[in-house]
């Protein structure tokens, strides 16, 4: 795995302490590490398929199949803008604000491993051709499953008033991607059976925004022989919103199965599609934001 990533950012103090800055960052995979499927051409006819680790569009990881086209390089692209203001800390209060523009672009949206520990360190982008091509014949590019355009964060603390110190963290973020998908099976070769995104990514728009506020409270009392217990709430997920954060986009658990010559010419899909079981929970949500969390604690000092 091979990336490059730069940076450039300003940073300012104001007179009356206020730090402001502003940052871009931008980060790009120059070449992946990742298990690719290759297509062997029996001599008796038959063709079956094998894993090899190579860096899908490069090498042994470029020609998998010779009835496909080349497999495009892995693409993912980060580009971001954030800016910042944090007030100067006093006795009492105290805040940072936060805002970022992002865009995490391509075909390659990484290592599973990266979003579910158990399932290891691979991903199935290059399993076979047909995952990175979309009905039309193209290359499939787009908003990676992880994008979110733009998202706000607030921190702040106040106190104590009538005893009781405040601390308030509020988050904002646009949803993320859900694009249509369906199963691609070469005909003839056993495990070819693969997801492809026959609209592109992000054909079904995103996942509702997603919001979360967690609201922290403090209070101190003043006990005999410098003693001070410390009584703690911190209500987190405070309006309980049960946001949808996945969405089912999967439109059949059944495989299509056609030549590869004519899928990769392009196809309708719907059509094609018309003799597939619908998968019941297609357009349904099969995550949601965690439910509120409630703490509460003491604490001795001495």
């Known amino acids: 795995m091979e990336s490059r990533d730069w940076s450039l950012g300003l940073r300012n103090q104001l007179t009356n302490g206020t730090l402001v800055s502003v940052t871009y960052l931008h980060r790009e995979l120059v070449r992946a590490l990742d298990d690719v499927g290759i297509i062997d051409d029996n001599p008796d006819g038959t063709r079956t398929f094998a894993y090899y680790v190579a860096s899908p569009g490069f090498g042994i990881g470029r020609e998998l199949s010779s009835k496909a086209p080349p497999m495009p390089e892995a693409v993912r692209d980060y580009d971001s803008i954030i800016v910042e203001a944090t007030s100067r800390p006093t006795s009492r209060w105290w805040a940072h604000a936060a805002y970022v523009w992002s865009r995490l672009d391509g075909n390659y949206s990484g290592v599973q491993a990266l979003r579910n520990p158990e399932s290891g360190n691979t991903s199935q982008f290059a399993d076979t051709v047909s995952t990175a091509f979309d009905a039309s014949g193209k290359p499939t590019y787009g908003p990676l499953e992880t994008d979110r355009p733009h998202q706000f964060t607030l921190q702040t603390y106040d106190g104590p008033i009538a005893g009781v110190t405040f601390g308030l963290a509020q988050y904002v973020g646009s949803g993320t991607p859900v694009s249509l998908q369906l199963r691609y099976a070469i005909p003839g070769v056993a495990g070819s059976n693969r997801n492809f995104y026959p609209e592109g990514r992000g054909s079904l728009g995103r996942t509702p925004t997603l919001t979360q506020t967690d609201l922290l409270l403090r ?84």
Do not use: H
């Open 219 to 302: 209070y101190d009392i003043a006990l005999p022989r410098s003693l001070t217990v410390r009584a703690a709430v911190d209500l987190l997920i405070l309006f309980d919103e049960d946001t949808e954060t996945s969405i089912v986009g999967l439109y059949s658990q059944q495989a299509l199965s056609f030549p590869e010559e004519e899928f990769y010419s392009g196809f309708d899909w719907e059509q094609k599609a018309t003799k597939l079981r619908k998968n019941a929970r297609f357009g349904n949500a099969s995550s949601f934001q965690a439910p509120r969390e409630s703490r509460a604690g003491l604490r001795l000092s001495f």
